[in-house]
Every structure is written in structure tokens, then in C-alpha cells.
């Protein structure tokens, strides 16, 4: 009914059904968010009104305004686009962003004390200030006027300033809850600039900005989130502002297109801006978000380019490292609910996305963190689903310097003696939290969906679920019983697989990101994936991008004791050969092709190797298997001949 109405294909509708919007009138909005009507924001956020105001009576009087931002993608695009709008309206406006390296996240004294000093009346904090109590009550003592806006989760205690604008602060059901700093600065500006009635021409470069900084940020992508960003994705390829068309031109998008996709932003536009507050100065970007000079903006596009080149490399040795140092251990996350690591010389820039590439690998909580000069930690936090870092934090706030964050990542500081009382404290918490069957890496599928039904036409249709990302999950599909028929490494560190998958009348392509070092099953195996649009010499194609893999669960199995072990036998046949895979309690797998008499052996987390079958107690235990298969009915007949 779902896929007539809305003229859907029935996998879709499955996937609109799957995740709540059953009913046609929700899909309808949820597929044409710009019908929604939308509640003026100055009645959600309380102090909306009095922020605007306040902003008003500063730019009116010549009052010098400052912005606190922030080193991360949110915090630069919610500083470009407030001092944009400042300057728009004639204001005397200036900012600054604390040192990642010296000083770390949010506001600090020296911050505050500095812009008194220079005569600042008005301070404005963006993606930042939530729990940043000492430094603002010190701004207040100064006789400078607070407003604080931020995304944060709230602190036990709020700020004292003269207004806070924070979405954490309205009803879970209001539309802007999931706003991002750079939306929280967006709503603020369009309001203050409808003051001297200048909303219409600042609107486009406004929203430009905002999806820049709400995707790149990982904002969730319900609510107004996704009614402005699918206007501001059809914006920028046709960008106004310079410094946007240098930077999608450094990193290669497409400006052809009617419209952006997330991907865009988030794969090339967002790591080029985030690479420069993690390792480079983030002066170079809000200039190339704010200057009018079309010269200038293609040389800051270029230091970003050439940053993000060197962030790229530091990740990827700094991950090496990571896995070495967790493979060493012996680390188990059925023992084990998170992972914690220190070690000096890693970049405190860049191990934020060493983290989340751990918890893909591990499927648990990550906390990693680097040595500083004078023996503190300063680290990063990435989270799964079911685990709340912020909380995590909060639990652990006794031992820890300064932290902050959300339920899904965090930042936090300590004194290097207090980290074993601090990785005890957080493997208790994460142990009462996580579950053993909560610590792997899950996928949550959406709908099945064989490979013969998997279509360009389809990757089509599901752009109108458009834009995917936190909480609007681009759909993942399964599909059960596939034959590997070729997989071969790929990528520069042959980090990569790529594979050719076949139902036993289609066969695609597939990629498999970052599984180069890991075995894939050589026999059936059922797969999660994504639809992907593969284009090569103006040719397009369907690949598929594989998010998870395992033997197919259609395998018939059986288990049977051999001396004092237990096995699993399975078995199948694949290109006319007949194929038993044989498991034991430990995780390894013996795979033997009865027809050839070959025989390889993959013990867990390790490459196949070729095993020799004359081995007296492999012939015993093949022999075992044989007389229970012989054994079953219906299989005598199938089974008797197999040697």
C-alpha cells in the first residue's frame, strides 16, 4: 500500500516501514520535508530573543563583538558564518579559537582576560561554552556580556551567562534538537540580520555554510537538519562564496551536478576543513570561508589540500601502530568492553579518526590519547550504538582533568598517573553497559534484497531518502548465499578488497573498505551492502560496498565429537566439487575439497594455509565425519561416495 501510494519500489517502502514512517502521511513528510511546517524558533530556544537583542544594541553602538570558536569543522563553519554576518551588518567583529595543541577544547580564562583587554563588550560562543562555568563566570567579573551557543550535552550546571542558545535544551520532539553548532549559529544570524532586514541576501551563503558545517560535523540529519540541507546540497554546486568553489575544485567534486550529496561533503569537502583544525592553523580556513578575494581563496584551498595529504598519512601510521599494539595484547572484547590506549608521539589532531576506525575493527568503545609535555593525556572518545561516551565520562569525572562531549564522542584530559585507575573505572563501566553480544561491530540491516533485484534503477529511487547520514542511515541490504568467484587486493597499502559476488545467475562487483589484511570465507557467504554507482570511462555501473560478511547461514550443519573436541561440520557444493568445512570449539576452520583431496586450515584471525591430509588424525577425523553423514537420512546415498 506504502509503494503504491508513493510510487516507491516495494524494497524501499520496506525500509520507510522498517524505520517508523509506515504511515503514508509520515513518509510523505519525511520524503518532502520542505511540506512541513516549521515552529519559528524564537519560540523554542528561550533566550533567542534576548541573544538577538542583545546582538542588535552591540552592532548599533559600535560595541567590538568576539567570537570563541572552535579547531573542528562545526566550530570554524559556525565562526566564518557568524563573522560573515557580522561584517554584512557593519559590525566590529573579530574571533578566536583556542590552540588544539597547548590549550584543547572551549573558552578558556586567557581567552576571556584577552578580549577585555582589547576593549571587547560582547562575546559570543560557538560550538562551545555549554560547560565552560570558570571561564565565562570570569568573563561576567570582566563586565562583558555572555551569550553562549553550543550543541553539547548539558553539564550538571550551566554556564552564568546572559543567554544560552543550546538545542540540548528543547524537547527531544522539537525539530531543531538535533541542530550542530553551525545550526545553532545559523538560526541566530538569519534572526539578528532580520533585524536591519537583510535575511534575503544573506540566506544562500548562510545555508552554504551551515551544510557544510552540519554534515561534516555528523549532525543528525531529522528534523530542519534535513529540510535545509537538501535546499543547501542544491546550492553548492553553484556556490556564491569563492572560498567554496576553491575548495571543491582542490578536492575534486563535481559542480556539474544539480545537487551535492553528503558523501561529497563528508568524504572530500569536510576531512580538507577538519584536517586544518587538527593539524594546521584554523585561521586558514575562516579566511577562505570569508574572503571575497578569488586569488586568495585558491592559495588557502591549497594549504588545505596539502594539510589534508599529511593528515591522511598520520592516520593511517598511527592506526597501524594501534592494531599492532592491540593485536600484541591479545586483546579480546568478549573479556574486554573497551579499548583504551596511550602512547607518546601520536598526534592529538588526528586520533579522534583513529579511534572510530578502531571501533569498526573491534566493535567496542575506543578512548585513545597522547602524551603531552607535562605529563597529562589528552585524547579523544568514539563510541558504539549502545554506549554513551559522555556518560562514560561523567562516571570517570573524579580522575579526569577537563572533558567534554556527547553520547557518541568525546574529549577528555588527565594526569598520565591517574590512567590506570581511569581505564579500571571505565572497563567496570562499560562492562555493566555492553553486553558480550554487544561487543562486535554491528550493522543493522534494513531489508533483504538478492543481487538479481540490486539496480541502478533502484540506487536511483533511493535518492529520494537523500540526505543520509546520523540518524537517516543510508538503507543497508542483505543478500544470502553468494559465491565468491574472484577477490584480489586493491589500494596503494593493498589495504582494500575487491570481489566478484554471484547468486549463481547475476554476479557483481563489491568492495570491501580497509579488509585487505583480514580472510574472507571461501565458501557461500550471506552479505551486507550498500548500493554504490560505480563510473569508469563515462561507463556506470552497479557495486556493491560490503559492510559486513559472513558464511551463509543456509549451509546445512552438523556437530559431532572426535576424541575430546567438538566440530561443526558444513557442507556444500560449489562448482561441481564437494566442500566440507569443518570447525572446532578455538574458531579454526578446516575447508576440504573431497573431490580434488586438497585441504587448507585458517586458524582464528589468521591467512588460509595448504594442510596435508595424510595426517593420521586428520584421516580419523574425516572418517568420523563421513560415518555420521552416512548416518543421516536422506544423505546415505549423496555422502556414501565423497572419498
Not at 471 to 499: C, F, T, V
Request: proline content about 5%; charged content about 25%; hydrophobic content about 40%.
Amino acid at each position: 500500500m506504502l509503494a503504491t501510494a508513493l510510487n516507491l519500489p516495494p524494497v524501499l517502502a520496506q525500509v520507510l516501514i522498517n524505520r517508523g514512517l509506515g504511515a503514508i502521511a509520515d513518509a510523505r513528510d519525511y520524503l518532502k520535508p520542505e511540506q512541513q511546517e516549521l515552529p519559528d524558533p524564537r519560540e523554542e530556544f528561550e533566550d533567542l530573543v534576548e541573544s538577538v537583542l542583545l546582538l542588535e544594541k552591540a552592532i548599533r553602538s559600535g560595541d567590538r563583538i568576539a567570537i570563541c570558536g572552535d579547531y573542528d569543522a562545526d566550530g570554524m563553519t559556525s565562526t566564518a558564518l557568524l563573522l560573515r554576518t557580522f561584517r554584512q551588518l557593519g559590525a566590529k567583529a573579530e574571533y578566536a579559537i583556542p590552540s588544539r595543541m597547548q590549550e584543547g577544547y572551549g573558552i578558556n580564562e586567557r581567552i576571556v582576560e584577552e578580549f577585555a583587554a582589547s576593549g571587547v563588550r560582547v562575546v559570543l560562543t560557538v560550538d562551545n561554552g555549554i560547560a565552560a562555568y570558570q571561564p565565562i563566570a570570569r568573563a561576567r567579573e570582566l563586565g562583558l556580556t555572555v551569550i553562549v551557543t553550543d550543541h553539547h550535552d548539558l553539564p550538571p550546571e550551566l554556564p552564568p551567562a546572559n543567554a544560552i542558545l543550546n538545542p540540548k535544551l528543547l524537547p527531544e520532539e522539537s525539530p531543531y534538537h538535533g541542530l550542530a553548532g553551525v545550526g545553532v549559529a545559523y538560526v541566530l544570524a538569519l534572526c539578528v540580520a532580520e533585524q536591519f532586514n537583510r535575511q534575503a541576501e544573506l540566506i544562500r551563503p548562510l545555508l552554504e555554510l551551515y551544510t557544510l558545517g552540519t554534515i561534516a560535523d555528523l549532525a543528525p540529519l531529522t528534523g530542519v537538519n534535513r529540510r535545509w540541507l537538501q535546499r543547501g546540497l542544491r546550492l553548492l554546486p553553484q556556490s556564491q562564496l569563492v572560498g567554496v568553489q576553491a575548495l571543491m575544485e582542490a578536492a575534486g567534486v563535481k559542480t556539474s551536478d544539480r545537487s551535492l550529496k553528503p558523501e561529497d561533503i563528508g568524504f572530500k569537502l569536510g576531512p580538507r576543513i577538519n584536517a586544518i583544525g587538527r593539524i594546521g592553523d584554523p585561521q586558514v580556513v575562516i579566511e577562505l570561508l570569508t574572503t571575497e578575494d578569488r586569488d586568495r581563496a585558491q592559495e588557502l584551498a591549497g594549504i588545505c589540500e596539502v594539510t589534508n595529504q599529511e593528515r591522511r598519512g598520520l592516520c593511517d601510521r598511527i592506526t597501524e601502530e594501534a592494531i599492532a599494539i592491540v593485536e600484541a595484547e591479545g586483546f579480546d572484547n568478549r573479556q574486554t568492553a573497551v579499548l583504551v590506549l596511550a602512547q607518546p608521539n601520536w598526534h592529538h589532531g588526528v586520533i579522534g579518526i583513529v579511534a572510530s576506525r578502531l571501533v569498526e575493527r573491534y566493535g567496542v568503545p575506543v578512548f585513545i590519547s597522547s602524551y603531552e609535555e607535562d605529563g597529562h593525556l589528552r585524547g579523544s572518545a568514539r563510541g558504539t550504538p549502545e554506549f554513551d561516551v559522555f556518560a562514560a565520562l561523567e562516571h570517570c569525572r573524579d580522575v579526569l582533568g577537563r572533558f567534554g562531549g556527547h553520547r557518541a564522542a568525546g574529549g577528555f584530559s588527565l594526569s598520565a598517573e591517574n590512567l590506570s585507575a581511569w581505564r579500571s573505572r571505565l572497563e567496570a563501566f562499560a562492562a555493566d553497559c555492553l553486553p558480550v553480544d554487544c561487543r562486535r561491530p554491528a550493522i543493522q540491516i534494513d531489508a533483504e534484497l538478492p543481487i538479481a533485484l540490486a539496480s541502478l534503477n533502484l540506487f536511483e529511487q533511493q535518492q529520494q531518502l537523500q540526505p543520509f547520514g546520523i540518524a537517516n542511515d543510508e538503507p543497508l541490504y542483505w543478500a544470502k548465499n553468494l559465491a565468491i568467484l574472484d577477490q584480489r587486493r586493491m589500494g596503494n597499502g593493498q589495504e582494500h578488497l575487491k570481489l566478484t559476488l554471484s547468486d549463481g545467475q547475476s554476479k557483481v562487483t563489491a568492495v570491501y573498505w580497509r579488509w585487505g589484511d583480514r580472510p574472507v570465507p571461501e565458501d557461500r557467504v550471506d552479505v551486507a551492502y550498500y548500493l554504490r554507482e560505480n563510473i569508469w570511462n563515462d561507463r556506470r555501473e552497479l557495486q556493491l560496498e560490503i559492510a559486513g560478511i559472513r558464511l551463509s547461514q543456509e549451509l546445512d550443519s552438523i556437530t559431532f565429537l572426535y576424541g575430546d573436541r567438538t566440530y561443526q561440520l558444513t557442507t556444500e557444493t560449489i562448482a561441481n566439487s564437494t566442500i566440507w568445512r569443518l570447525t572446532n570449539a578455538e574458531g579454526s576452520i578446516l575447508r576440504i575439497d573431497c573431490n580434488r583431496q586438497q585441504a587448507k586450515i585458517q586458524k582464528s584471525g589468521q591467512d588460509w594455509q595448504a594442510i596435508d591430509l595424510d595426517h593420521p588424525y586428520l584421516q580419523g577425523l574425516m572418517a568420523q565425519a563421513k560415518q555420521i553423514l552416512n548416518s543421516i537420512q536422506g544423505r546415505t546415498q549423496v555422502q556414501a561416495n565423497l572419498f
